[in-house]
């Protein structure tokens, strides 16, 4: 990995190692190197400074991913988790439950 995920924070980088091990575009498996998704996990990270406590929540971390996929990779997804294909949205509530997990754990 990178030195950035370093500079970005421990939380980006746990978020990071989820993000290239689900591969949610299929650019890990087509050879980008394993900084591809530092910028969503930065992005997603950040996006929890405007959290409190009880909106972790899976609906919500859900919620998140799908707003950094779209700004960073087009709208390719609904803004909504309920209108995304059943595939995809179990794909992005793994991750955010995986998410869910490393922020409990610290």
């Known amino acids: 990995?990178?030195?950035?995920?370093?500079?970005?924070?421990?939380?980006?980088?746990?978020?990071?190692?989820?993000?290239i091990d689900h591969d949610l575009e299929g650019l890990i498996k087509m050879g980008a190197p394993d900084d591809e998704y530092e910028n969503e996990a930065w992005l997603i990270e950040q996006s929890f400074?405007?959290?409190?406590?009880?909106?972790?929540?899976?609906s919500n971390?859900?919620?998140?991913?799908?707003t950094v996929w779209n700004k960073?990779?087009?709208?390719?997804?609904?803004?909504?988790?309920?209108g995304l294909t059943p595939m995809r949205r179990n794909e992005i509530c793994i991750v955010a439950f995986k998410i869910l997990l490393v922020i409990k754990d610290g």
């Open 61 to 66: 971390v859900a919620r998140v991913i799908v």
């Open 72 to 82: 960073q990779f087009g709208k390719r997804c609904p803004p909504r988790i309920d």
């Open 49 to 58: 400074s405007y959290f409190d406590e009880e909106d972790f929540t899976l």
């Open 1 to 19: 990995m990178g030195s950035r995920i370093r500079e970005i924070g421990h939380l980006a980088g746990k978020i990071n190692i989820i993000l």
